[in-house]
């Protein structure tokens, strides 16, 4: 951005959040531009770009900490209007002499707050408002000079200025979590900031291709590789329109870990599109294959891997060393051709690429964003017209280029396939925090103990105290991402000998214990007669055949029974974990997750609510066809949103 531009522009401070590019997103929807940029940014170059406003961004720090990120306490004296959100909101308090002290609740999670509607922020909005809150620390002494202006229970939710257009919101009102959030962050812009919305979206088609056509010079040869997943079918069809089709290798890699019988249906759908597909089966290469990690230390084979981001580095490794091998096979190499990926933003996020933030913290390795993939980035060879974009803003591309609603409406599927949706493990996992968490869950459902609670929450658990839900801490691993970092922390499962669950309460239920309980982070029920005891020992489990076939067959079953009932479109995407776990104790069989999603921006999302979202038979079909597979203990609901629990348990 440049001091004549004629558009209005905001300075995104950017501290390390996860959804820092939502924020920047959420704001050009509103037809005003945004500028990332880091957020100890001097105040004179905010001065001199002659910026409207101000946002500082969520992060996963804690300003408690002496070695926090900081911006310059100047930026309030620029005359313009700030925002702080999440981590952003306990900076403002904390410069202006306020107090942040890390509290024993922590919120991660849709809950519900109360406004004060006379706030500009939260004008011609009700009192009560549903929001993403996702931290730990809370405001426990307002600065002088500010006031409150929401709250979740007796934590302070949003701070406001008596005399400034200063505002912090403890909440995340650019996700689709925050039900009115798009209406606050217009207040913000228009009713503060005095945005009159002079900015337009360039074309995004025109944009993409033009940024291809600039990158692949005339004679150069594009490797793309298609899964048949949403993402590399439209980077592969950008491409297709951009340049000469002779200079288009489209290739599909058989990892080894695809659904059953996705390799052939997807080759014939995209030679269908004219892509002209090479397959290339290495699952075998996968299997066995091996990385060096930090330099110096070297993977066992992947087969013999339970490390979750072992696998997504050898996966993302391997897929290059197969690329480079079939260019060697065709007289090329990376040196002289390009690799064009179908990146999204939220991959990028998740990873912590620089691309995407310059500080948030890394919540898993995508394949597509590896140290090897990264090299040949910095060195000029990847092509990645989407690395802008979120899921729908692909699919709306996607049908702008004509692809058909089959392929823009498939639910998505992970580039490591089903290698990141077998949970491995050889022992179970129970640190020093396995008896106490446990304990404390447990005491927590049986009514005993004191907690910091809602209203609304009290009456769950009142509501809970009428039930026979019984809970165990499962003795495995699960990732997350709680207050904007990474976590790997159990997951509790409830049961009941009830047929049919309340699914309201238990997706209410869901909501306060990872609050509570900070070695939480996912919540799930257990199918079946009531679980009173947990597994004592895992299913020793590694990407071997016979582990991929259960996992394959598991999958199809549910994806079956779910598009014979024509619910596929009701969900954004349905993995379908496997977990070492045997409830019977035999430890020879496995135990199977279904996740059925629902999101918009594939940044956050809820749980499908049984009854509500996807009718009740339906997870019933679900449950009866993958409890029938050989080999199957108990079929779990996932309950959990994200966050605290990511999409994927991997």
């Known amino acids: 951005m440049s001091t004549c531009h004629s558009a209005e522009f905001v300075a995104l401070l950017d501290a390390g959040a996860q959804y820092g590019k939502v924020i920047d997103r959420k704001v050009r929807e509103l037809n005003v531009g945004t500028e990332l940029l880091p957020l100890n940014t001097d105040p004179e170059e905010l001065r001199r770009k002659g910026f409207k406003a101000i946002i500082i961004s969520g992060g996963p720090e804690s300003v408690t900490s002496p070695d926090s990120p900081r911006c310059d306490p100047g930026i309030f004296s620029l005359g313009i209007p700030v925002l702080g959100i999440c981590y952003g909101l306990q900076l403002i308090n904390n410069i202006f002499e306020g107090k942040v002290e890390k509290k024993e609740a922590r919120e991660d999670g849709q809950f519900d707050v109360t406004v ?70 217009r207040n913000f812009l228009y009713k503060v900031a005095g945005c009159t919305g002079n900015f337009t979206m360039d074309n995004r088609e025109a944009s993409c ?8 010079t005339s004679g150069t040869k594009v490797i793309v590789l298609v899964s048949g997943g949403v993402d590399s079918t439209v980077c592969a069809a950008l491409l297709h329109k951009a340049i000469p089709s002779d200079s288009i290798i489209a290739v599909h890699i058989n990892n080894g870990f695809m659904r059953l019988d996705e390799s052939t249906q997807v080759v014939r759908a995209l030679n269908g599109l004219g892509l002209k597909v090479r397959y290339l089966d290495a699952s075998e290469e996968f299997y066995s294959a091996r990385t060096t990690v930090g330099g110096t230390r070297e993977t066992p084979a992947l087969r013999d891997v339970v490390e979750p981001e072992d696998k997504r580095r050898i996966i993302g490794d391997t897929f290059m060393r197969v690329i480079e091998d079939e260019l060697s096979r065709l007289g090329l190499d990376t040196s002289t051709c390009l690799l064009a990926q179908g990146t999204l933003r939220p991959d990028l996020i998740e990873s912590a690429s620089a691309l995407a933030s310059h500080t948030a913290d890394a919540i898993k390795t995508h394949h597509n964003d590896t140290a090897l993939v990264r090299g040949l980035r910095d060195r000029g060879r990847i092509v990645e017209p989407l690395k802008d974009f979120h899921k729908d803003e692909v699919r ?36 020093s925090s396995y008896a106490a968490t446990r304990d404390s869950v447990s005491a927590f459902l049986a009514g ?3 907690y910091e609670l809602s ?132 430890s020879q069989r496995r135990s199977v997750v279904l996740r059925p999603f629902i999101t918009r921006d594939f940044m956050t999302g809820v749980p499908a609510v049984p009854g509500r979202d996807i009718d009740v038979l339906v997870v019933a079909s679900m449950v009866a066809a993958v409890a029938a597979v050989p080999g199957v203990s108990r079929v779990l609901y996932d309950l959990t949103a994200k966050p605290p629990g990511t999409t994927e348990w991997e």
């Open 448 to 450: 005993r103990g004191t």
């Open 116 to 185: 004060e509607t006379d706030c500009p922020l939260f004008s011609s909005l009700e009192a009560r408002q549903s929001v993403l809150l996702t931290h730990g620390d809370t405001v426990t002494s307002v600065a002088p000079g500010y006031r409150v202006v929401a709250r979740s229970g007796d934590m302070v939710a949003a701070l406001a200025h008596e005399s400034r257009p200063f505002y912090g919101v403890q909440f995340h009102p650019e996700v689709d979590l925050t039900t009115n959030g798009r209406v606050m962050m």
């Open 209 to 216: 291709i033009a940024e291809i056509q600039r990158c692949v």
């Open 396 to 431: 709306q591309l996607g049908r702008d280029l004509g692809l058909s609603e089959a392929f823009v409406e498939r639910h998505p599927f992970p580039g490591p396939g089903l290698a990141i949706r077998v949970l491995c493990a050889r022992n179970a996992f129970r640190d």
């Open 455 to 586: 209203p609304e929450q009290r009456e769950t658990m009142q509501a809970v105290s009428s039930t026979d839900l019984s809970s165990v801490l499962l003795p495995v691993r699960s990732v997350g991402v709680q207050g904007d970092s990474r976590s790997y922390s159990y997951a509790v499962a409830l049961s009941s000998p009830s047929a049919q669950p309340n699914w309201e309460l238990l997706i209410s239920l869901a909501k306060i214990i990872p609050r509570l309980q900070h070695n939480v982070n996912r919540v799930v029920y257990v199918f079946g007669p009531a679980v009173t005891s947990e597994p004592q020992d895992v299913t020793p489990t590694t990407l071997t055949p016979d582990v991929l076939e259960l996992s394959r067959l598991v999958d199809d079953a549910a994806h079956s029974a779910l598009r014979a009932a024509g619910a596929v479109r009701r969900l954004a995407q349905m993995p379908v974990v496997l977990l070492p776990l045997d409830f019977e104790g035999d």
